[in-house]
């Protein structure tokens, strides 16, 4: 379920993803549950999937967010320094909100096919230094269809313990 290259330099307890639609942590808005690992679901049935690649290490800066599951439109990934609901996520809009203080937006990608991944240098991003715990998450329009009547969703959410 991790979808993760660590390249030898991390343990893949540095990468760990959490705070699930799926009906395994909090409860999603208007009980649209996700598919397992997924966030709340979406206009396209199942929820959108935040998945890394890459390593934890700031000095190889290659760590990679991907989001499958998306509607058709703008993909917001963003930062934070604590998981929102010990871990679970709270409700906001048709999703869960799991990553939160301090939020920082890292990049704007629009989704196609159903999916879209960052282009940006996430560790030169971040602000991070050696051993600091980040969590990530998108957040992602869903006009046409939301279960919630919301115009938008979120994905579950990582969290990254940042090495050298």
Known sequence: WVDCLFNGSCNPSHLVPFCFGDGS????????????????ANST??????AASGSVS???DDLVFSVTGLPTG?????QGNNSVGG?????FGSGLRCAGGNAVR???RFSSGGSSA???AIGSLSGATPGQTKRYQCWYRDPNGSPCSSPFNLTNGYEVIWIP
Request: hydrophobic share 35%; net charge negative; with cysteine.
């Open 58 to 60: 700031l000095s190889s």
């Open 118 to 120: 960052t282009t940006v």
């Open 87 to 91: 871990g679970n996520g709270l409700s």
């Open 25 to 40: 942590g909090a409860s999603c808005p208007c009980n649209n549950y996700g598919a397992q690992d997924a966030g709340c």
């Open 106 to 108: 890292l990049e704007v």
């Open 74 to 78: 703008p993909a917001l990934y963003f």
């Open 45 to 50: 049935g199942a929820g959108a999937v935040l």
